[in-house]
């Protein structure tokens, strides 16, 4: 089939080269960057530039740009998406997206399904795309369950295990939402205030697994994370609120100097989080950790 | 040389074995349980089993126990020692550690020399005790510059090298306590208080690298990491503190509504995080990351 791609950055892109080195599928795609597009094309990464009039003949059409731009660009193209058409987007929020899509689709007999490859890098743009990037990782998507047709959720999902992904989870917008701001938003969050200690700077030498794993995405992109968060407010709030009461239980019995607290603070932690991988048949293994 | 080392858990054990692997030193062992001693003799992690007997043929006793422990069995042999022998010990915890051997280590004729291998592992004990435990980690070394020729600490910063540790800080108590407190103890609590969201059971299928790598280190043993937490109390308190401070400005920020005032706080983070990384030439890569 032929399928669009709108925005080559890093997961554009990266879904670009996946579907050239792992299907048959013909790949048109275009940028915001006529650069980008060039050494799309010069990388054998796009078969063609997409065009608006390449547009109609897409049988699928991936946008992945920010969620504003995403639902900008649907809206605006929505009467030239080729009938019965899938559309989807790869945005990191899912409420606002999906309600605002969901009447274009129907009005113009398109499908649309939201979806969240939960991959990326600390690095963005297409010369850091991949086909690595999605091998083992997951991919939420949110399709309106009474709007989509099963038989096209399930050849989604073939699509997307087709690219490397190892994992699909089909939710709600609403929970998707719920569920990242713990997971990703909260995170990224608390990476960018942990690494604003006044002893940061001096780290090297003292520094460990721990240290880098709780930094490490501080390095992130503030414009398209400050529209993620704000998209996605409550969520994050609720989230964010709740970790500073739990570590201030751990200030507090720090403080208190009772050590049976901290060690109870300490096992339950451990417990819970022993429990949530043992019930996934997890169990962890990395080096380099810190005592 | 004959090395001793008390204690064969993952540190004890691991070094062990590296000094097996990468030496020509002979090394006697010894631990509280059984088992472990046959258990290292059986995979030839050591050569003999660390008798009080031996202890005076040791050149160098390394002490692999918890902070208290360490202290105890240190001036409980201080007596027993080789004169001119070197003792290490490998907690996580310095100035306590330090200041209680200073005065033994003189009165006795050995030189007593801090030490924190910045390794470890989710899991512990000897069974997980392996050779690449130390590969590429930082030593920290705090020895008492006034009573520790300099030829002494040049031959340990070589002998932990032999191991495979890729960096040697030397540094005081005091300073390591404040760093460790910030870059491996914080760390530890943010973990055990991250897993504890309501959510954290449901994580499967909408989590990435960042919700792993904020979760990791909540598998911890809670009585060594309450120990060493109350050894560094006044350190761990004020990073916790100001972080707590931190991430209630994220909140404040994004309860006033105020975009402008988040994407701040992010391009801050990123602006640390990037000259953190680049003044050391780190530029780290990790995929599945998520965005």
Same mark, same amino acid.
């Given at each position: 089939?032929?399928i669009g791609i709108v925005g080559l950055g890093l997961i554009g892109g990266s879904i670009a080269k996946s579907i050239?080195?792992?299907?048959?599928?013909?790949v048109?795609g275009t940028d915001i960057?006529?650069?980008v597009?060039?050494?799309a +094309?010069?990388?054998?990464a796009i078969?063609? /530039?997409l065009?608006?009039?390449?547009?109609? @003949?897409? #049988?699928m059409v991936i946008v992945a740009l920010y969620p504003?731009d995403t639902i900008?660009y649907i809206?605006?193209?929505?009467?030239?998406?080729?009938?019965?058409?899938?559309v989807c987007d790869c945005c990191g929020?899912? @409420?606002?997206v999906?309600?605002?899509?969901? #009447? *274009?689709?129907?009005?113009?007999?398109?499908?649309?399904?939201g979806c969240h490859p939960?991959a990326g890098?600390?690095?963005s743009g297409f010369?850091?795309s991949?086909?690595?990037l999605f091998?083992?990782?997951?991919m939420?998507?949110?399709?309106?369950?009474?709007?989509? *047709?099963?038989?096209?959720?399930?050849?989604?999902?073939?699509?997307? !295990?087709?690219l490397?992904?190892?994992? =699909?989870?089909?939710?709600?917008? %609403?929970?998707? &939402?719920?569920?990242?701001?713990?997971?990703?938003?909260?995170?990224?969050? /608390?990476?960018?205030?942990?690494?604003?200690?006044?002893? %940061?700077?001096?780290?090297?030498?003292?520094?460990?697994?721990?240290?880098?794993?709780?930094?490490?995405? %501080?390095?992130?992109?503030?414009?398209m994370?400050?529209? !993620?968060?704000?998209?996605?407010?409550?969520?994050? =709030?609720?989230?964010?609120?709740?970790?500073?009461?739990?570590? /201030?239980?751990?200030? &507090?019995?720090?403080?208190?100097?009772?050590?049976? $607290? /901290?060690? +109870?603070?300490?096992?339950?932690?451990?417990?819970? +989080?022993? $429990?949530?991988?043992?019930?996934?048949?997890?169990?962890?293994?990395?080096?380099?950790? #810190?005592?």
């Amino acid at each position: 089939m032929n399928i669009g791609i709108v925005g080559l950055g890093l997961i554009g892109g990266s879904i670009a080269k996946s579907i050239k080195q792992n299907t048959d599928h013909k790949v048109f795609g275009t940028d915001i960057q006529e650069s980008v597009i060039c050494l799309a +094309k010069l990388m054998e990464a796009i078969d063609e /530039v997409l065009s608006d009039e390449l547009l109609p @003949q897409c #049988d699928m059409v991936i946008v992945a740009l920010y969620p504003n731009d995403t639902i900008n660009y649907i809206q605006a193209h929505a009467g030239s998406f080729k009938k019965g058409s899938v559309v989807c987007d790869c945005c990191g929020v899912k @409420q606002m997206v999906c309600d605002a899509l969901q #009447d *274009p689709a129907a009005k113009n007999d398109f499908v649309f399904i939201g979806c969240h490859p939960m991959a990326g890098k600390e690095f963005s743009g297409f010369k850091h795309s991949c086909t690595r990037l999605f091998h083992n990782a997951s991919m939420i998507m949110t399709p309106y369950f009474s709007a989509t *047709p099963l038989g096209l959720i399930e050849a989604m999902k073939k699509f997307w !295990l087709s690219l490397g992904f190892s994992n =699909i989870t089909l939710c709600s917008p %609403a929970e998707h &939402d719920q569920m990242i701001a713990y997971t990703s938003q909260l995170a990224h969050v /608390v990476s960018s205030a942990y690494v604003k200690s006044s002893l %940061a700077h001096k780290h090297k030498g003292f520094s460990a697994g721990s240290y880098q794993d709780m930094t490490r995405v %501080a390095k992130l992109h503030e414009k398209m994370w400050t529209e !993620l968060f704000f998209e996605n407010k409550e969520n994050l =709030i609720g989230e964010l609120d709740g970790l500073i009461e739990r570590l /201030v239980e751990y200030s &507090d019995a720090l403080k208190s100097g009772n050590r049976g $607290s /901290v060690e +109870k603070l300490l096992q339950d932690g451990r417990i819970m +989080k022993e $429990s949530i991988d043992y019930s996934y048949g997890m169990g962890s293994f990395h080096e380099n950790s #810190d005592r």
